[in-house]
Each structure stands twice: as C-alpha cells, then as structure tokens.
C-alpha cells in the first residue's frame, strides 16, 4: 500500500498508516520483525515465534540472530561457540548451520519445498 505524503509534517502519520513491517515476536526470548521479503530475528533461546494467525515462520533450535531474505539466510552465532545449529523456514527444507573456527557469521541457502 502507498501512501502519498505531501510534506514532511506528516511522516510520522504516513509511517504510522503504512508503516512497511510487521512485527511477530516482540517477548523476552524472541524478537522477530518481517518487512516485505526480509525476515530479520533475535533469537536469545531456542524457539518459534508465531504470527497473528498463529502460524510458525520459522523455528531455531539455539540462540542466534537470523536474517531471510529470498533464498539466502544469515545466520550469527550469538553464543560465539562452536556449534550446529538447524534452521526451519515456513514452506522450506531445513537447513543445518556449522560455525567452523571463529567465525560468527555464515551464509546458507535455503531451498522451497
């Protein structure tokens, strides 16, 4: 939807009515915000976060951030150990995640069933 804002007065009335994100999860454990076709998580212990249809989008099975966008996923190991860990997308294979030496940050693809 869009929503045409003639000055600047009426950016916040204008975000307000459209604001292009939908949020998810806001508790303690999960934190998870949806804009289009980016996902974007803050995960502080294994779980699923469920939308207002109470539908899972995705289901982590230890902490991490996780960023969707399309086919690739990011995912950070918030932990900073060494460790697998296994992401489930709505509608999608899971995928296994490995954090190999020191690296926090790792790519995967993620295939549509």
Do not use: W
Request: charged share 20%; glycine share 6%; with cysteine.
């Amino acid at each position: 939807m869009s929503v045409a804002c003639p000055t600047a007065l009426c950016v916040t009335a204008c975000l307000a009515a459209a604001p292009g994100f939908s949020v998810f999860s806001n508790g303690r454990a999960i934190q998870a915000v949806r804009f289009d076709e980016l996902l974007m998580a803050a995960f502080l212990f294994a779980g699923t976060p469920r939308d207002a249809e109470d539908e899972s989008l995705v289901e982590v099975d230890h902490p991490c951030l996780l960023l969707v966008r399309g086919k690739t996923a990011r995912v950070s190991n918030s932990a900073q150990q060494r460790r697998d860990l296994t992401v489930r997308l709505s509608g999608r294979d899971s995928i296994r995640v490995s954090f190999p030496g020191n690296e926090a940050t790792v790519k995967a693809t993620v295939a549509k069933r």
